[in-house]
Structures are given as C-alpha cells and as structure tokens.
C-alpha cells in the first residue's frame, strides 16, 4: 500500500507558476478575515486594530521562516507541509500525524465557514429582500452549490485551481482599489479616537481573532508537490506574499475606521462594504460588496486544496486507507481524497454543526505554527543531513531568532486562548456549551486530539499486522 501511494505522489502535476501561488497565498489571506473579523476586532479595541494588524505582522513573518526553510529542502518538493517537516524532524510520525490531523480538522471546518459565508454575501448582493427563513433555506442550498462548484474545479485540474484564483484575485484586487484609493482622501483623523478605548487589555483581546485574518499563510507549502521549481520559488513568495497581504490588511483598516465610527463598524456585519457605502457611489460602493464575495470565494478556493494534499502523504505511510491518496491519472488530483473534503463540509454544512471544527480552527493552527517553529530550532541536530539541504538565502541566526519570536508569539495567543477558554468553562455548563454550540477550542482541541491519536493507535496496529 504504502509504495502504491508513494507512487501516486508522482501523479501530481506542476501546472502552477509563480503567479498562480502568489494567487493562492493572497486570495487565502484577503478572504473572510479582513472582511469579516474587522468588526469583532473593533468591538474588542476600537480603531486599535490598525495597531493589531501592526503587532501581528512580524510574529506572521517570523512563523513562515521555517516554512521557508523546510520547503527549500527536499521536502519542498512534495505537499506534506507540517506533517512531513515534522516527521523528519522529530523521527516519528505520532506527533506528526496528529498536527496533520488537526490541521484538517481546522481546515474542514473553514471550508464549511466560508461556503456559508460565500452564500450569505451572496444573498446579501442579489437579494436582500428575502425573508429571514428563506434566506436561511437558500443560504444552505447556495453554500452546497458553492462547495460542489470548487470541487469540480480542483477535480478538473490543478491548473484550473489556479487560472480561476489568478482572475478572482484580479478582480478582488480592483474592488480593493476602488475601496482604498478614493477613502484615503476622505479621511476623518477624529474617527481614530481613542486608539484603544479598552487599553492593552482589549489590544491583547483582539490578537487572536485578528489572527484569524492571517491564518491560512501556510497553506502555500501543500502546493509545493505541484509548483514548478518550488524550492526555489515558495520561499520568496512566502515573504513578498505576507509582506503584501500586510500591507492590504493596514490600508483597508485604516480607510474603513478612518471614514466611519467605530461604532457603525463594529455593528455591521460587512464593514468593508458599509464603509464603501459612507463615501461611494452607488455603483462602486456594489464593487466593493462584490469584493468581499470574491474575498470569500478565493479563501474557499484555497482551503479546498489543503486536506486532500496532507491526505496523500498520510496514505502514502498507512496512517489512512490507501484509496484516499488516489491521485487520477489523467487530471492529476487526488479526486477521492477531494470527495471527501466536500462530504464532509457538506455534512457539517446541512447539520449545523460546522462549529465543532471551526471552533477549534485558531487553537490548532496557532499550536501546529509553534510546533513547526520548534521543530526548525531542533532541526540542526535532530536531522543535520536534511538541514545541510537548506538552500534559501537565510543566515542559521536568522533561522533562530525567527524560530524563537514565533514560538514566543505564538506561546502568547495559545495563553489568551486558553485564559478565555478556563473563564467561559468556568461561567457555564457543559450542557449549556452543548446547547449553544460553544465548545470552547481548548475543549474540541481535547477532543479532537484524542481521537486522532486513537486512529493512528489503530493505523500502526493494522500496518502491524
């Protein structure tokens, strides 16, 4: 089974170019992060998350060093990502299997999100008369249909993956613009204050949903097994590409809480399109919302790409049924491991519960960044042959200090995240977080876990046997 699988890793093609991952790494950031979290940043710190976007962006830089690193080895030709990276650097594959795990957990429960949200926009543009039950009935219908849309286009091709990112991106790139350029100029200096009504307390709040916005940067190393030339390509596009995404997150924030109150923002529930509509026409404030869905649609884009990827690797070692690291012949993509990725966020679509994996989407990105910040610190000595591959144009102190300030922040947001977890276990019960649908991420991260590490007990054991 295993050299079965291995072997089908060779099936997939590089059809994607360099413009084609800048797509994907900008289009997975500029999604429903800066044009959905905007609003619960503000509730949390004001005009301060200007500042927030400022605070994170280094920490973000510094946690893809060792992205950059480990895709410029070997490894950078394959999508294995973390799993990979982890596995040859800690000498086993418990640890590696279940960041994989969660990950996929994270990344399923996000391609559920953004269906909705895709269709929630869309509903929003094209009608917004529509009674709250049939807005909801169609809401559903339309999320499914988008989902089933995305996983036709990966099924038909890499190549097609990236052709529909690169002319979404373009356009989300106008709407962009038409959002920037003009609110620079309208600009009210009063709005801005005060910078930070809740103080650094509020500041600190507002960090990890922020961070939502940028994560999902990484999701650029499980396209390395189809890039051309990806170890000398991805290392530069992680940097330009956070570098630009940053640059993106700070305009867009500073023209949207420059041009309305806080408060108007914090109350909408798109404040990119309701500030555009503050200084807009009628018509370019529409491009703008019309943005935001393509924001949307490129996250949705992207994220379909990733589980089916880390899939093959775990197939390929026995830790998943073999079928499930099937790539076609002809098309080059892993179709069953896509089939389901689309089941499954369709179940969690249609039931409701997308809220068990979403939930868990932060903590477990935040602890698989730290772990594979550590794992570059441990690199040099726990696997000196494979770092002496290391070809991207970083000095080892570099590689360190990156590694180290990434670990710190990203210990930081796991203790923010744990503090509110312990306060909201500790002010309701289990039975009323059932009810709610608010399992607490710490809660969902036990969960998961367990059962992760439960499937790879019974992997090893059947392989054994």
């Given amino acids: 089974m295993s ?41 949390l710190t004001g005009s301060g998350v200007i500042l927030a976007y400022l605070i994170l962006a280094p920490i973000v830089f510094a946690t893809s060093v060792p992205y950059m690193v480990f895709v410029s080895t070997p490894l950078g030709l394959q999508p294995g990502g973390e799993y990979s990276n982890l596995e040859h650097t800690f000498g086993g594959r418990r640890l590696a299997f279940l960041a994989a795990w969660l990950k996929c957990i994270a990344y399923l429960g996000a391609l559920a999100y953004l269906a909705q949200a895709l269709a929630d926009y869309g509903l929003q543009l094209l009608a917004p008369s529509l009674g709250e039950q049939a807005t909801a009935t169609w809401g559903t219908v339309v999320a499914l249909l988008a989902l089933g849309f995305f996983f036709f286009v990966h099924v038909s091709g890499v190549r097609w993956f990236g052709r529909l990112q690169v002319g979404m991106c373009a356009l989300l790139g106008v709407s962009i613009a038409v959002l920037v350029v003009p609110g620079l100029f309208v600009i009210e200096v009063a709005n801005y204050r005060p910078l930070l009504p809740h103080g650094a307390t509020g500041l600190a709040r507002a960090l990890a949903p922020l961070f939502f916005a940028y994560a999902g940067f990484e999701a650029l190393a499980h396209t390395a097994g189809e890039v051309r030339d990806s170890r000398r390509r991805l290392p530069g596009i992680f940097l330009r590409g956070i570098a630009a995404t940053t640059v993106i997150f700070v305009l867009m924030s500073v023209v949207s809480f420059g041009v309305l109150p806080v408060d108007t923002l914090t109350a909408s529930e798109a404040p990119m399109a309701t500030a555009a509509a503050a200084y807009l026409p009628t018509g370019a404030a529409a491009v703008v919302t019309l943005g935001g869905i393509l924001a949307v649609a490129t996250s949705l884009n992207a994220t379909m790409l990733v589980p089916a990827r880390i899939w093959l690797l775990l197939a390929r070692d026995g830790l998943l049924p073999g079928w499930m690291g099937i790539v076609h012949v002809d098309r080059g993509t892993p179709v069953p ?118 499937i790879y007990q019974v992997r090893v054991r059947q392989s054994a046997a």
């Avoid at 289009?27 to 905007?38: H, R």
């Avoid at 979403?358 to 040099?380: D, K, Q």
Wanted: proline fraction near 2%; charge should be neutral.
């Fill in 3 to 43: 050299d079965s699988t291995g072997g089908f890793l060779s099936r997939l093609r590089r059809d994607l170019g360099s413009v084609e991952s800048y797509a994907a790494m900008v289009g997975m950031l500029v999604g429903a992060g800066i044009f959905k979290v905007t609003g619960v940043g503000s509730e």
């Fill in 337 to 454: 491991g896509l089939a389901v990725s689309f089941v499954v966020a369709a179940v969690l679509l249609v039931s409701g519960q997308m809220s068990l994996a979403l939930n868990i989407a932060v903590f477990a990105l935040v602890a698989v960044y730290g772990l594979h910040s550590l794992a570059l610190l441990l690199l040099p000595a726990r696997n000196p042959e494979l770092y002496r591959q290391v070809t991207v144009g970083l000095s080892p102190a570099c590689q360190r200090g990156a590694a180290l300030c990434s670990l710190v922040g990203m210990g930081t947001l796991i203790v923010v995240l744990v503090i509110q977890d312990v306060g909201h276990i500790a002010a309701t019960s289990l039975g009323q977080r059932l009810s709610e649908q608010s399992l607490t991420s710490l809660e969902l991260f036990v969960l998961w876990g367990g059962l992760g590490l439960l």
